[in-house]
């Protein structure tokens, strides 16, 4: 298999990376309120998206939040409130700081057990976006292992592809993740991946450039099926390509 051909963006630096993923995300929510009236959106946790959710925040009038659905490219199994959980990180940097109605936000219910949350956050995605969901963005970031949201190299729910979210059991870690799967993410129209420094050029570069190993490899499963994909990366990120 060749090579992922995803369209790359190499930024000077984090700041300008940052830029250019909320214009990303402003043009996707303009697209598509255009379009449907609705924009929905899927965020990481992470560090990488800080700073374009800071710059969305300071500038609430770029999207049209009131008609925005939020959801979560995964989550970890903890409460809301716990400092390790994604919608905790989003709703303190993001979400409490912009016209956002609380209903518009879907994080997954981490009260549960992993697997009713994940059959649960399937009917939020079902519920917002009708039996077939199409996200309109989603953004993502990738580990040093080249994960993508919680799909971890050689974790059982890389290869789940009849589920739109699945509990995700990662080898090294005692508990689950909540994740979106590859059905998902690639049924959106608009995809970014979001990798920022020196200490991701290795996984970009086997992203990017390494033979196509999708278990070993997850990031590379990210193929929109008739959607976009732009990498976000700044110049420490590629530094091996
Ligand atoms: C999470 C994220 C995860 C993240 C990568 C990169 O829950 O941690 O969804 O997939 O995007 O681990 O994390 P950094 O942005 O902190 O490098």
Redesign the pocket.
Known sequence: MQPCSANVLVCCDAEAAAIEVGRLIACAAERAFDERGMFTLAV?????PRRAFELLADSPARLPWSHTHVFF??E?CVPPDHEQS?YRFAHEVLLSKVPLPSSNVHRFRTELPPEDAAVEYEEQLREVMGDQPRLDFVL????EDT????LFPHSPAVGVLDRLAAANQIAGLSAHRLTLTFRAINSAHSVGVLALGSEKAPAVKKALQGHRNVDAHPVQGVRPRSGQLLWVIDHCAASEL
Do not use: Y
């Open positions: 990481p946790g992470g560090s990488s490219t995964d970890r994604n993502l970031g990738m580990g994960h993508t949201a919680s």
